[in-house]
Nanobody, 121 residues
Framework: QVQLVESGGGSVQAGESLRLSCAAS????????TAWFRQAPGKEREGVGF?????FYADGVKGRFTISQDNAKNTVYLQMNSLKPEDTAMYYC?????????????????WGQGTPVTVSS
């Protein structure tokens, strides 16, 4: 059974950093793409980036966010630097894409429960 568990969220000041983790079970990171999404209050869920052999990022986070994975721990990380108040959101990881666009939530079959990130100015 596939399970995803996010952790590492919290409250920080603008300019600070956070590292989120997505602990995966029931599948290997080498066989399936794992994506990060976020959803701010009142907004649609949006893709942050994904990793499958190499990472890919949405334009809004390029240069500030880094996605990596530890195959031994079967865990994907989202390192977020130079955080801004507009990065405030619930962050989710997802996997088992059906071949659709990477940044559409409906592409993914499995989701974690999310971890909250709040960035204050």
């Amino acid at each position: 059974q596939v399970q995803l568990v996010e952790s590492g969220g919290g409250s920080v000041q603008a300019g600070e950093s956070l590292r989120l983790s997505c602990a995966a079970s029931g599948y290997s990171l080498n066989t399936h793409l794992t994506a990060w999404f976020r959803q701010a209050p009142g907004k649609e869920r949006e893709g942050v980036g994904f990793i499958y052999t190499r990472p890919f990022y949405a334009d809004g986070v390029k240069g500030r966010f880094t996605i990596s994975q530890d195959n031994a721990k079967n865990t994907v990380y989202l390192q977020m630097n130079s955080l801004k108040p507009e990065d405030t959101a619930m962050y989710y990881c997802a996997t088992m894409a059906d071949g659709g666009p990477w940044d559409l939530p409906r592409t993914y079959k499995y989701w974690g429960q999310g971890t909250p990130v709040t960035v204050s100015s």
